[in-house]
């Protein structure tokens, strides 16, 4: 089932999520729901807070619904490390038509368990380590706003108050 996606400014989304204690038919229905969810919005990532439910699991999909065997899930995961840099822009479902160009790192190594309860390790670069990092953030409750310098979130939240006062957001 398709659910709604929540927006800046909500307080699940800026809560640090809860670890997932074990792989029960809700969870799986869960991640059912955002597979759908993630589709229908033709998005490359969607973490679990971001339709309201305070865990830590997310899923990325590099191919935006286009290959199914693009789709990851990945449950209480954990960055074992990162190095480099990479600066590129970058949305997020729950700030529509707001971007900005976000530092992140360009590589980095991934432990989660996927729906299987198999536990992987994923090496992830470019794209895929920004996408990795961009939902992992979700989980504690961090959106990319936050990764910008003072002045750059000063100005998007300012546009996000007038969108919103302007009832177009
Ligand atoms: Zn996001």
């Given at each position: ?7 800046y400014?909500d ?18 229905t ?12 033709s ?19 590099l ?14 995961p954990?960055i ?6 990479q ?14 160009t ?7 190594r991934?432990?989660a ?5 198999d536990?992987r390790?994923?090496?992830?670069e470019g794209l ?10 979700h ?9 910008l310098?003072p ?11 007038r969108?919103r ?5």
């Amino acid at each position: 089932m398709r659910r709604p996606i929540l927006r800046y400014g909500d307080p699940v989304l800026h809560a640090r999520a809860a670890p997932v204690q074990a792989l029960t038919p809700a969870i799986d229905t869960l991640i059912d729901d955002m597979h759908e969810t993630l589709r229908d919005a033709s998005g490359v990532g969607l973490a679990a807070p971001q339709i309201g439910e305070s865990l830590r699991l997310c899923l990325v999909d590099l191919s935006a619904g286009r290959r199914p065997d693009q789709l990851l899930v990945l449950i209480n995961p954990e960055i074992l490390e990162s190095d480099g840099l990479q600066l590129k822009e970058e949305g997020c479902l729950s700030l529509p038509g707001i971007e900005a160009t976000v530092p992140r790192p360009l590589r980095m190594r991934v432990r989660a368990m996927d729906r299987d309860g198999d536990t992987r390790e994923i090496q992830a670069e470019g794209l895929l380590a920004r996408a990795l990092q961009h939902e992992i953030d979700h989980l504690d409750g961090v959106l990319f706003l936050d990764r910008l310098r003072p002045v750059y979130r000063w100005a998007l939240t300012r546009r996000i108050r007038r969108l919103r006062r302007a009832g177009k957001w």
